[in-house]
């Protein structure tokens, strides 16, 4: 019986995976220098944790949560999301001294069930950042800036960062209500999913996809006319200090964000090579939520972003240099020499290099062969003659030289046949 994965999940396989590896280096190495550490998440939680901060009302919670019973009866939800999980988990382990702010960041599958389409997954993969213990916009804009930081590193380019703010627990019921009020006279003409949204989320018509709505989306009251003075002040100097960090963004009044947790500053990095899930990383401040889960006051900032989306970002140049390459492939020919030469193996991968070899004892050629398909840097030949001479082949498969090699010399040639190869490491 043929059984197939779940539509919306997928293999990543070795021939991608490699630039999956690439970007979790180039994250930890970027993060480090900004301070972050970082921190492991249970796959799964109990349902409250996740239905009380990403909001009952939210498309996440009502429609997309893999939910269950598990056999001692508690409701269990797969993570959709990881910042539910590290504010639990600040509580429950009382992270709240840190010297600076407690700079975290974690990678890992999330579950949403979502309608399966380009760029979206049932199982996808997250990696996030968060900034616990400050309310300062140089928090904010040093987040965003990290974040810039890194898909330069990764050589992505074509990237827009909007952002906007979604105002505080005073400024938002006052325009929640301006909003209704704009939107009641369109109610007859907005999409199914937005006469729904209209009274438990009406800021999420503002981000509906649906070509009529977005018409009257334009044409509704903004929320920057209804922010508080602080508000105000605080995305003015948010602003200001990216121009400082000489970040460039845009302001996108339409932006919402499908989480509720979120307060002032929001934003979403955006491709226009990416189709209809056009957003790679979204994001922003969540300034109660801890206290909402029975922390102390904690403002908080960060982010996550989608690795599957990334990663069909990456420039297509450097995939041939991730590719494993053995630095030797043994070529043993012979019972006596696949003796002698599993000892090799063993010395060599002791010394740090990564073996490669055929097990099934072919002929010089078809093992040659597929030493050539496994992109070895050298090969090893060890056949009887061999043995009795003490003396073995070291062929470099990029220019066909050989040299004979002594095994007590075998490590040193090929650290020197390696280093002298401009794409040796
Ligand atoms: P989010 O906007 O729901 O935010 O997800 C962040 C990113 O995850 C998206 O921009 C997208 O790239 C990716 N993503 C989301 N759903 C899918 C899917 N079904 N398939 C593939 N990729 C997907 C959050 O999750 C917040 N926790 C971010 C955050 C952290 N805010 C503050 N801290």
């Given at each position: 019986m043929k059984i197939q994965s779940i539509r919306g999940v997928r293999d990543i396989l070795p021939g991608e995976?490699?630039?999956?590896?690439?970007?979790?280096r180039i994250a930890q190495h970027v993060f480090k220098r900004y301070g972050f550490q970082e921190i492991r998440l249970p796959v799964f939680e109990k349902t409250a944790l996740f239905s009380r901060s990403i909001g009952e009302t939210t498309d996440i919670v009502e429609k997309e949560m893999y939910t269950f019973a598990d056999r001692g009866g508690e409701q269990i939800t797969l993570r959709p999301e990881?910042?539910?999980?590290?504010?639990?988990?600040?509580?429950?382990?009382?992270?709240?001294?840190?010297?600076?702010?407690?700079?975290?960041y974690y990678l890992g599958p999330m579950f949403r069930y979502e309608r399966p389409?380009?760029?979206?997954?049932?199982?996808?993969?997250?990696?996030?950042?968060?900034?616990?213990?400050?309310?300062?916009?140089?928090?904010?804009?040093?987040?965003?800036?990290?974040?810039?930081?890194?898909?330069?590193?990764?050589?992505?380019?074509?990237?827009?960062?909007?952002?906007?703010?979604?105002g505080c627990p005073?400024?938002?019921?006052?325009?929640?209500?301006?909003?209704?009020?704009?939107?009641?006279?369109?109610?007859?003409?907005?999409?199914?999913?937005?006469?729904?949204?209209?009274?438990?989320?009406?800021?999420?018509?503002?981000?509906?996809?649906?070509?009529?709505?977005?018409e009257i989306a334009a044409t509704l009251p903004r929320f920057r006319d209804h922010w508080c003075a602080a508000c105000?002040?605080?995305?003015?100097?948010?602003?200001?200090?990216?121009?400082?960090?000489?970040?460039?963004?845009?302001?996108?009044?339409?932006?919402?964000?499908?989480l509720d947790y979120y307060s002032r500053t929001t934003f979403e990095v955006v491709s226009g090579n990416l189709g209809a899930q056009n957003a790679v990383c979204g994001g922003g401040r969540y300034d109660s939520l801890v206290e909402e889960f029975d922390g102390p006051p904690t403002p908080c900032f960060g982010f996550a972003l989608g690795?599957?989306?990334?990663?069909?970002?990456?420039?297509?140049?450097?995939?041939?240099?991730?590719?494993?390459?053995?630095?030797?492939?043994?070529?043993a020919l012979g019972d006596a020499a696949a003796r002698v030469s599993i000892g090799m193996a063993a010395r060599l991968r002791g010394d740090g290099?990564?073996?490669?070899?055929?097990?099934?004892?072919?002929?010089?050629?078809?093992?040659?062969?597929?030493?050539?398909?496994?992109?070895?840097r050298l090969t090893l030949i060890v056949g009887d003659n061999e043995i009795a001479a003490g003396k073995y082949t070291l062929k470099n498969m990029e220019n066909g030289?050989?040299?004979?090699?002594?095994?007590?010399s075998l490590s040193a040639a090929v650290t020197s046949i390696l280093n002298s190869e401009p794409d040796g490491d």
């Amino acid at each position: 019986m043929k059984i197939q994965s779940i539509r919306g999940v997928r293999d990543i396989l070795p021939g991608e995976i490699e630039k999956w590896q690439w970007v979790e280096r180039i994250a930890q190495h970027v993060f480090k220098r900004y301070g972050f550490q970082e921190i492991r998440l249970p796959v799964f939680e109990k349902t409250a944790l996740f239905s009380r901060s990403i909001g009952e009302t939210t498309d996440i919670v009502e429609k997309e949560m893999y939910t269950f019973a598990d056999r001692g009866g508690e409701q269990i939800t797969l993570r959709p999301e990881g910042t539910a999980s590290v504010v639990r988990a600040y509580i429950e382990h009382k992270l709240y001294n840190p010297p600076s702010v407690l700079k975290l960041y974690y990678l890992g599958p999330m579950f949403r069930y979502e309608r399966p389409q380009a760029g979206r997954f049932r199982q996808f993969y997250q990696i996030g950042i968060e900034a616990m213990g400050s309310a300062s916009p140089l928090v904010d804009v040093e987040v965003m800036t990290l974040l810039l930081d890194f898909f330069q590193q990764l050589g992505i380019t074509g990237l827009k960062l909007e952002i906007n703010s979604l105002g505080c627990p005073e400024c938002r019921p006052v325009y929640r209500e301006a909003l209704k009020a704009a939107i009641r006279p369109h109610l007859p003409e907005l999409c199914a999913n937005c006469t729904q949204r209209y009274e438990r989320n009406p800021l999420r018509v503002l981000d509906c996809k649906v070509e009529r709505d977005r018409e009257i989306a334009a044409t509704l009251p903004r929320f920057r006319d209804h922010w508080c003075a602080a508000c105000q002040e605080n995305f003015t100097e948010v602003c200001g200090l990216l121009d400082a960090a000489c970040a460039p963004y845009s302001i996108n009044p339409l932006l919402v964000r499908g989480l509720d947790y979120y307060s002032r500053t929001t934003f979403e990095v955006v491709s226009g090579n990416l189709g209809a899930q056009n957003a790679v990383c979204g994001g922003g401040r969540y300034d109660s939520l801890v206290e909402e889960f029975d922390g102390p006051p904690t403002p908080c900032f960060g982010f996550a972003l989608g690795m599957e989306r990334l990663i069909s970002l990456l420039p297509d140049d450097n995939s041939e240099d991730l590719r494993h390459r053995p630095d030797v492939f043994i070529v043993a020919l012979g019972d006596a020499a696949a003796r002698v030469s599993i000892g090799m193996a063993a010395r060599l991968r002791g010394d740090g290099f990564s073996v490669e070899r055929d097990y099934d004892g072919g002929s010089m050629k078809s093992q040659m062969r597929k030493a050539n398909r496994a992109a070895a840097r050298l090969t090893l030949i060890v056949g009887d003659n061999e043995i009795a001479a003490g003396k073995y082949t070291l062929k470099n498969m990029e220019n066909g030289e050989q040299r004979e090699i002594e095994e007590e010399s075998l490590s040193a040639a090929v650290t020197s046949i390696l280093n002298s190869e401009p794409d040796g490491d």
